[in-house]
């Protein structure tokens, strides 16, 4: 019964902004961080953005400044706030929870592509 629904994807042009959440239910959240990745075409699978159960926050070096990775707790979700979205994000966006017993869950994946 655990589930972990991501939404917020879609075909943007250069420039433009979306919101990914990724609500979790069934899952309770432990001590270890929460993260998005991202998948392109013809490439490995990256870590996009991590966040601590303190709110520290951990950025790919092709995304700081323009991404924002966030939490609610009470909601049980996490964000990726994504501005001045470029061609090279266009990829599958996961995100993966770890819960309290240190077992991963992750995202059925979604689209973002960005037209130049």
């Known amino acids: 019964q655990a589930q972990l629904v991501e939404s917020g994807g879609g075909l943007v042009q250069a420039g433009e902004s979306l919101r990914l959440s990724c609500a979790a239910s069934g899952i309770i959240f432990g001590i270890r961080p929460l993260g998005w990745y991202r998948q392109a075409p013809g490439k490995q699978r990256e870590l996009v953005a991590t966040?601590?159960?303190?709110?520290?926050?951990n950025y790919a070096d092709s995304v700081k400044g323009r991404f924002t990775i966030s939490r609610d707790s009470a909601k049980n979700t996490v964000y990726l706030q994504m501005n001045s979205l470029q061609p090279e994000d266009t990829a599958v966006y996961y995100c993966k929870i770890t819960d309290w017993r240190l077992r991963d869950y992750w995202g059925q994946g979604t689209q973002v592509t960005v037209s130049s």
């Open positions: 966040i601590t159960s303190g709110g520290s926050a």
